[in-house]
């Protein structure tokens, strides 16, 4: 059995783009509903890799463009608690660009200070929820594919390592995949 948690594509937002405190909520907001660059394929390796396994997205529209540019199908499942985990919004009297208040923000939240959005606690939680979906699913499939995020990816493997998975990683950036394997 192999479950492959593959890391979207490039967004369509800009990371570098200077924004006040408000102005990054929005920026949040788009980021969530953004695509992914079309110019920014997947490696044909993963492509090849995965061409028969059954296809799983989280409902994130990065995520799931990113299947159809892998794989040139829809997700054949699409699974909401395989989002990744939320970035609060904090009112500072800064302005920065956005991946420095991705950073500020994130900190915050590890420390506890997640305002709005689920504590890391709840997001935890469900990164063994979606770790226990989706070895049930390879067991029903034997070969799944997962179009995910980074932070979400890590705490499912964490998780499936933990159940007697194995694990090969190849980084963080878009398109990195992590191989879990068990017999």
């Known amino acids: 059995m192999e479950i492959v948690l593959i890391r979207h594509g490039q967004p369509t937002v800009d990371k570098n783009v200077k924004l006040s ?6 920026w949040l ?18 492509t090849e890799k995965i061409s028969s396994h059954f296809v799983i997205s989280s409902d994130l529209p990065r995520a799931i463009n990113s299947a159809k540019v892998c794989v040139g199908k829809k ?8 989002k990744e985990m939320p970035i609060p919004h904090w009112s500072l009297p800064l302005i920065t660009n956005a991946y420095a208040w ?7 939240w590890a420390i506890g200070l997640h305002g709005q959005v689920d504590s890391l606690w709840c997001c935890r939680k469900r990164g063994k929820l979606a770790a226990r979906t989706l ?12 179009f995910g995020h980074v932070i979400m990816n890590y705490y ?21 995949s992590l191989t879990l394997t068990r017999q």
């Open 102 to 108: 991705i950073i500020i923000n994130g900190l915050m």
């Open 135 to 146: 070895s049930s699913m390879a067991e029903q499939k034997q070969n799944i594919a997962v």
């Open 156 to 176: 499912i493997a964490l998780q499936l390592v933990r159940q007697g998975w194995r694990a090969n990683f190849t980084g963080k950036k878009f398109w990195s």
């Open 29 to 46: 907001d788009e980021y969530n509903n953004s695509s992914i660059v079309q110019a920014n394929k997947p490696p044909t390796s993963l």
């Open 75 to 82: 997700p054949d499942l699409i699974i909401k608690h395989l």
């Open 21 to 26: 405190a408000t102005q990054f909520a929005n």
